[in-house]
């Protein structure tokens, strides 16, 4: 893989990475004159019928696809990891195509697409802190291990956070984001894997010829 190809991929990552954020706090002041930053989740602000939903659904759809990209050529061939990571972006693409229900429960809306967009959302959190702990399995270096099952960890704490404080679930889950993909993006940088069989044997045929 072509570092400068590799480089391109990761600073588009950057960018939209950084639009996530950016939009996470600014469409609010667009959206449903009902939405609350520290209340409501990002979800919503891609909610059926919201003002401007389309901004938060595409930014989904795109941090999924750079994702699985940089992931993809990154990883090489540790597959289970690429499997992974395959299932964490494909279900989250979908929460950006199945659409949450809108603030205001009166407003006409689709259960399906809201029913969809928990399933896929479950999964979304699930397949992220099982990536979380896969990778931990082929870090080269013990305090990789330790940040990625941190990261995990983390993540299922906000979550339940959630649950229990809901008038501060909007802010618990920007944290979710903010930290999920800023670690996978320092991952994708910074961390060195180990070899698979594969490799190695490659490795071996090369010095030997």
């Not at 702990?133 to 941190?150: C, E, M, Y």
């Not at 920007?174 to 670690?183: D, K, S």
Request: glycine share 4%; proline share 2%.
């Amino acid at each position: 893989m072509s570092a400068k190809i590799l480089e391109k991929s990761r600073v588009l990552f950057w960018v939209v990475y950084i639009t996530m954020i950016l939009t996470a706090f600014i469409l609010p002041f667009f959206s449903d004159p009902e939405y609350v930053i520290s209340k409501n989740t990002l979800s919503e602000l891609g909610a059926q019928n919201t003002p401007n939903n389309w901004i938060m659904n595409f930014v989904f759809i795109l941090l999924a696809l750079v994702t699985f990209i940089n992931g993809y050529k990154v990883l090489g061939e540790h597959r289970i990891q690429i499997f992974v990571l395959l299932i964490f972006c494909i279900s989250f693409l979908l929460t950006g195509i199945f659409m949450h229900a809108p603030i205001n429960r009166r407003v006409i809306y689709d259960s399906f697409q809201n029913e969809m967009h928990s399933v896929f959302s479950t999964i979304t959190g699930i397949s992220f802190c099982t990536y979380c702990l896969v990778v931990s399995f082929i870090t080269r270096w013990k305090h990789q291990k330790l940040i990625a099952l941190s990261v995990g960890v983390i993540a299922l704490l906000l979550s339940y956070f959630m649950f229990i404080h809901s008038d501060y679930r909007g802010l618990y889950q920007r944290g979710i984001f903010i930290m999920a993909f800023g670690w996978i993006l320092y991952s994708f940088k910074f961390y060195e894997y180990v070899f698979t069989k594969k490799e190695y044997f490659q490795l071996i045929n090369r010095n030997q010829k």
